[in-house]
């Protein structure tokens, strides 16, 4: 696609639930990055995919967290028994290589109640 | 380990005046750099990089931004502040030569400019 798409924009769910967030990266980039970020705060990393490569899961805040990138294009990031804290904008990013600047989507606004 | 600093959470500037958003950095080698854009609701837009070569980089928006290696800062600037520029401004880091978790690039805690018409 012409930019970084991902779903749902926004996501309400109930502390305990388990959430799947969706990014379709641009057709062909083979770095695909997620960060978080929290209200007043700056980005933060969580995972990175580099083609086949095994992916760099360094800043995954817990094992709540996961993710895959399925045939190296779209990725899914799993958060399992929700909690308020993980309440954030999810942000994707995919590089057309690993030195080169990101292109964002507009993120995914989850709350968690 | 690669880090970066923006050391004004807020910049506020008259339209029409020059505007300058700072940034420092640490790498072990030497860095690539960026800066990044965030209007409300939006994901972050890319200005402008710097990998090598001239120290004043141009980008989008009229945008520039100077690479100073000996006070390690990369410090993004506009000669004339539009209304329309004002945002949340990130700048980020990533050192080429490590490996391991510092192939993603850091990005500072962002500063908010706003431009006073």
């Known amino acids: 696609g012409a930019g970084v798409s991902q779903s749902p924009s926004n996501k309400v769910t109930e502390k305990g639930k388990d959430v799947e967030l969706r990014c379709d990266p641009i057709?062909?980039?083979?770095?695909l990055y997620w960060y978080r970020q929290s209200l007043g705060q700056g980005l933060e990393f969580l995972i990175y995919?580099?083609?086949?490569?095994?992916?760099?899961k360094s800043g995954l805040p817990s094992d709540r967290f996961s993710a895959e990138r399925t045939g190296g294009s779209v990725s899914t990031l799993t958060i399992q028994r929700t909690q308020q804290e993980d309440s954030a904008v999810y942000l994707c990013?995919?590089?057309?290589?690993?030195?080169?600047?990101?292109?964002f989507g507009s993120g995914t606004r989850l709350t968690v109640v | 380990a690669q880090s970066v600093a923006q050391p004004e959470d807020q910049v506020n500037v008259a339209e029409g005046n020059p505007l300058t958003v700072k940034c420092t950095y640490s790498?072990?080698?030497?860095?690539?750099l960026f800066w990044y854009v965030q209007y409300p609701n939006r994901g972050l837009q890319f200005l402008l990089k710097?990998?090598?070569?001239?120290?004043l980089v141009k980008g989008s928006y009229g945008f520039e931004a100077e690479f100073n290696k000996s006070q390690t800062s990369f410090h993004l600037k506009k000669p004339s502040a539009l209304v329309s520029d004002s945002a949340l401004y990130f700048c980020?880091?990533?050192?080429?030569?490590?490996?391991?978790?510092?192939?993603?690039?850091?990005f500072g805690s962002g500063t908010q400019l706003t431009v006073l018409p």
């Open positions: 990013a995919s590089s057309l290589y690993t030195g080169d600047g990101y292109t």
């Open positions: 057709s062909g980039h083979t770095a």
């Open positions: 995919f580099q083609g086949n490569s095994a992916p760099d």
């Open positions: 790498v072990s080698g030497n860095p690539y």
């Open positions: 710097y990998i090598t070569g001239d120290n």
């Open positions: 980020a880091v990533r050192d080429p030569i490590s490996s391991g978790s510092a192939r993603q690039l850091t």
